[in-house]
């Protein structure tokens, strides 16, 4: 070779010594101590890399079982990319990155570049550009990329997948859809579609009003859940066909968003909008006073319009409150229809008004007691529990109906605690006078007071406890709404008639490991 010019890999993080490529001959790298990459999930030849230092051009290909990555795009498997300098190359997709670095650059080669030109067989791609995108503005800002072919990928474990059609381009301002009732309706005229063939636009200026908004120089997005997919009853494979039927019809670019689970990416938590902001807008920060979000779950009432049933929840337009994005039903965006005089529903409970508080003193007694609490699952009762064995210096001991199964096996340790001099704190939901009554007899059995703390969180207050326990995979049985509602219907205000010597109520005091636990926290969880 007459070329004095060499290639390397180089580590962005410089977590280790660049790696040279050397001319014509395979590298394969992956998990191992030249990379200091230990991710089982790596492999240990998870990419192949074969540099051309004449043409200034590396030939990567992926090897490894997950994926890999150029500028936050998937590879496909086996399938062989050609990238120049300045290409940035994910070991796994969004991890692990390096940059393609020739010395001395193509740039420093003026007949190089020149026979590339007549030519015309190479292309120089912009710094950091992705062969699966390309410059397609008439632009200084060399972020703004188009996507040259579809593509699907798939986000933890299949929790979230992401198609991104042919033509998306990265851009500040995000015209955001939710997909069901807003950009397709059923033809079955079902509320839910009978197979993934029973759909339609629904509206008829849909195609005009979304090439306008291209136009104009926003990026479109579907965020849309799709529970039936996680759930099986649907397969993923013929939903992809459906995506790539939709979009197709509507006739422009769309990057969709599809959440499968329970987790984070459901509307109306953020998650989808998170991937989208930090990992697929090519770095360019989103305008978030000239972006919005369209859907139909408003929580609009029943006849909001003539013949209307109610919306069935409200995440569309609590996902728009929590990212503090301007919000439009699809009547009011492609039919300009006012919705000033259409009542929509609140949320029970609202984490944003949520207070802060401080603890009841007066929950500690220097006598001998048990304390009963009472309030929904959720509602924070072992937490109080833990606070009053903190700040009573353990002379409370707490017996929990869901560690020790029946609340026989309580009584008994909880007699165990009292004969040792301790008080006893009862961490159950007790709702009604049958179950804390049982309370008062060993009291009375004991010769100790009982007193009775319940807890005032409402149960919507309950289900966003519960709903951000599992979010943030706090350890603890999750409630479906069924225990909800089981309290609800049996639940009787505790009153001192019942035996007890004072009955305390305790609002819920909100407590934080970290900033970025309250700011999910203090976001709508739950779609109604």
């Known amino acids: 070779m007459g070329s004095v010019r060499s290639c390397s890999l180089k580590c962005m993080l410089d977590s280790h010594a ?36 004449e043409e200034c051009v590396v030939e990567v290909k992926q090897l490894g079982v997950n994926p890999s990555g150029l500028d936050g795009f998937a590879l496909k498997r086996n399938l062989e990319y050609k990238v120049e300098h300045g290409s940035r190359i994910e070991i796994l997709l969004n991890n692990y990155i390096h940059i393609i670095e020739f010395d001395p650059p193509p740039e420093d080669n003026p007949e190089k570049t020149s026979d590339k030109k007549k030519t015309g067989n190479k292309r120089k791609l912009e710094d950091g550009e992705s062969p699966r995108k390309r410059k397609s503005l008439k632009t200084d800002n060399p972020n703004i990329k188009e ?34 009732g807003t950009l397709i309706k059923t033809k079955s005229g079902k509320v839910h579609p009978v197979d993934t063939k029973d759909w339609q636009i629904a509206f008829h200026n849909a195609q005009e009003k979304l090439k306008d908004l291209i136009e104009q120089g926003y990026r479109l997005v579907i965020l849309s859940n799709q529970a039936p997919i996680g759930n099986g009853r649907v397969k993923i494979e013929d939903f992809k066909i459906k995506i790539e039927h939709i979009v197709k019809k509507l006739a422009v670019p769309f990057q969709v968003y599809l959440a499968t689970g329970k987790g984070f990416y459901r509307k109306p938590t953020t998650g989808m909008w998170k991937v989208l902001s930090e990992q697929k807008n090519d770095g360019l920060e989103i305008d978030m006073v000239k972006s919005f979000y369209c859907g139909d779950a408003a929580g609009r009432v029943a006849s909001w319009a003539p013949g209307k049933k109610k919306d069935h929840s409200m995440a569309d337009k609590l996902m728009a409150e929590n990212l503090g994005l301007q919000f439009y039903t699809p009547e009011e965006f492609f ?73 026989q096996k309580c009584a008994a340790e909880a007699t165990k605690a009292l004969r040792r001099g ?68 049996k639940y009787v205000e505790p009153s001192p008639g019942e035996g007890f010597k004072e009955v305390i109520p305790v609002d819920f005091i909100p407590l934080f490991d970290d900033k970025e636990s309250e700011k999910v926290y203090r976001m709508h969880l739950l779609e109604k």
């Open 18 to 53: 660049p790696i040279k490529l050397i001319h014509n001959v395979e590298t394969i790298i992956g998990r191992s101590k030249l990379t200091r990459i230990k991710d089982p999930a790596c492999s240990r030849q998870q990419i192949s890399l074969k540099a051309n230092c």
């Open 147 to 180: 996507a040259m072919e579809d593509l699907w990928e798939d986000i933890d474990k299949g929790e979230l997948y992401v198609f991104t059609s042919k033509g998306v381009q990265a851009s500040h301002k995000i015209a955001a859809f939710d997909m069901d």
């Open 335 to 407: 039919l300009q229809t006012p919705v000033g005089t259409v009542t929509m529903n609140k949320p029970d409970f609202n984490p944003k008004e949520l207070g802060t508080g401080t603890f009841n003193n007066d929950l500690i007694s220097k006598e001998k007691e048990i304390l009963v609490l009472v309030g929904f699952p959720g509602s924070g009762k072992s937490f109080l529990a833990k606070q009053i064995e903190k700040r009573s210096e353990n002379s409370y001991v707490t017996v929990c109906r869901d560690v020790l199964g029946s609340w």
């Open 422 to 489: 301790k008080s006893v704190v009862v961490d159950s939901t007790n709702p009604d006078k049958e179950s804390r009554g049982r309370w008062v007899s060993l009291a009375k059995e004991m010769s100790v007071d009982c007193r009775c703390a319940f807890l005032t969180a409402s149960m919507a207050h309950a289900r966003h406890n519960n709903k951000f326990r599992e979010l943030m995979k706090i350890k603890h049985v999750p409630v479906n709404d069924i225990v909800f509602h089981s309290y609800k219907k």
